[in-house]
């Protein structure tokens, strides 16, 4: 079996929170107790939305790709 890969965007949420979303799967948006919970959560959710889509018949996107970058602008 082939692995899929999806690019996670992880931000912070405020208070130790993590939040984390993927753009290749709009339903996918989730967050946790800092960065290691995150990953379990987000995981968790690209499963099941994927066992979500295979039952319709909906297809699986193709991973885009994704940058964050800091832009520094001078205050």
Do not use: C
């Not at 949420?13 to 948006?29: D, N, T």
């Not at 800092?34 to 039952?55: H, T, W």
């Amino acid at each position: 079996m082939s692995a899929l890969k999806f690019n996670v965007v992880f931000e912070d949420a405020g208070g130790g929170w993590v939040y984390a979303h993927v753009q290749e799967l709009p339903e996918v948006h989730t967050q946790g107790e800092g960065l290691d919970e995150a990953r379990v959560m987000v995981r968790e959710a690209i499963e099941l939305v994927l066992e979500d889509r295979r039952e319709r018949g909906e297809a699986i996107p193709a991973t885009g790709w994704a940058l964050v970058e800091a832009v520094e602008i001078a205050a």
